[in-house]
């Protein structure tokens, strides 16, 4: 069994598509899954935003090394997701400052959205899901 | 949009997260242990009365009676049953549970 | 009205598989039609037909496998998170079907609503 089984994507419905990202990477698996569904949508031709807030925004962060606790570095396939075509990826400013953390810290090219601009954005997706 | 939260307020941070990126009109739904955040004299009172100026608060009946705070509901908060959750998911375009 | 549902927790330790439940059931009768349940993450756990709760007890699983079977709902176990955690088809209660991430994504593209879950 595979994952593309039973998709259908000819239905040519294009929806808004918010994967909102609010835990921190390895203390649970949420970022990791999540980011499992995010590589799926793809290839359904959707408007997908990915988006980082609160603990979330540290699963951007450069300079991971899991050697030390076993597990798959999966920090690096966020890089890949231009590959994909999920270009629009946005963290939170307030998140952000809240830990001390700057666009110079993150591994990818991101929009910083203020919360208002965050709210907005959120506001007018047709499905959110959040991990 | 309709947001749904279902953390308590003195145990996580959802609830803060959610009522921070809320857009006026939009309404909130507290389900679980996020109900304990709309009872008299929480730690969470004073931000729900704040909020519910410019979002519509619900929380959910069976969860708050479940938790015996049926009869702590701080005014101006909506309880709903089941039915009425489906109401509010039937009712907003798309909903966002804060986990 | 179509819905859709993700539950991302197991039975019993959290609340999500019961709320969802609950929504599931409340929505059908309010005539509204729940196409499929997405069980992920964790959720995965709900479906085992190898759980025995004590009779005094509800049987979660037993009543997923009901209400797919009254109404007719998709019990769908995503196949990538339930090989992580040896849900396989041997112990996959009645109703309940393996399949991929795209079920889920699926539901987000063609339901009315997709409502998530989880802790």
Known sequence: M?????????????KKFMFLNRKAPHGTVYALEGLEVVLITAAFDQDVSMVFTDDGVYQLIKGVDTKGIEVKDFSKTYRALDGYDIEKL????????????????????VTVLSVDEMANLMAEQDVVISF | MLHIVNKSATDRGSLESCLA????G??????EDAVYAVTKGGAAAAKIQAAAADLKIYALGPDLAARGMSGRVLDGVNVVDYGGF??????HKSCQSWL | MQFGILINEGPYTHQASDSAFLFARAAIEKGHKVQRVFFYHDGVYNATRLATPPQDDRNVAARWEKLAADHGVDLVVCVAAAQRRGITDGVLGDNFRI??????VEMGIQYDRLVTFGD
């Open chain 2, 86 to 91: 489906v109401d509010l998911v039937a009712e």
């Open chain 1, 90 to 109: 946005y963290v939170d400013q307030k998140s952000m400052d809240a830990r001390g953390l700057t666009e110079e810290d993150l591994i990818v090219d």
């Open chain 3, 99 to 104: 399949s991929g991430l795209g079920q889920l």
């Open chain 1, 2 to 14: 595979s994952e593309m089984d039973d998709m259908d994507e000819g239905s040519g419905i294009i």
């Open chain 2, 21 to 24: 990126m809320a857009t006026k």
């Open chain 2, 26 to 31: 939009s309404a909130v739904l507290l389900i």
